[in-house]
Nanobody, 125 residues
Framework: QVQLVESGGGLVQAGGSLSLSCAASGRTSSNYAMAWFRQAPGKERDFVTGINWSSGSTYVANSVKGRFTISRDNAKDTLYLQMNSLKAEDTAVYYC??????????????????WGQGTQVTVSS
């Protein structure tokens, strides 16, 4: 059973930065993808960015391109999201997700079978 534990998030002023972490455990395959999604109140859960752990290939949503960076620490089995130049519209609950046995980086929530508990990011304008 894969478990994902997120940390980070909080309140920041517009233009500021925040960093999120997602520690993974219980994976039995080296072929998988991990991603960050976010969900604002009353809205659907949207893909932010993701990485294929085996190939290292990444995919970034246009809405955060140039501002958000995804990275990983293989030794710690941890996924990171560095968020810079934050805007009020980035306010949402951010979720870490994992999909085992996949090529590339899926961008739809339904493709991911494992989810973290979510962490709130609030950007004040």
């Amino acid at each position: 059973q894969v478990q994902l534990v997120e940390s980070g998030g909080g309140l920041v002023q517009a233009g500021g930065s925040l960093s999120l972490s997602c520690a993974a455990s219980g994976r039995t395959s080296s072929n998988y993808a991990m991603a960050w999604f976010r969900q604002a109140p009353g809205k659907e859960r949207d893909f932010v960015t993701g990485i294929n752990w085996s190939s290292g290939s990444t995919y970034v949503a246009n809405s955060v391109k140039g501002r958000f960076t995804i990275s990983r620490d293989n030794a710690k089995d941890t996924l990171y999201l560095q968020m810079n130049s934050l805007k009020a519209e980035d306010t949402a609950v951010y979720y870490c997700a994992a999909r085992i046995g996949v090529v590339g980086v899926p961008t739809t929530p339904a493709a991911y079978g494992y989810w973290g508990q979510g962490t709130q990011v609030t950007v004040s304008s």
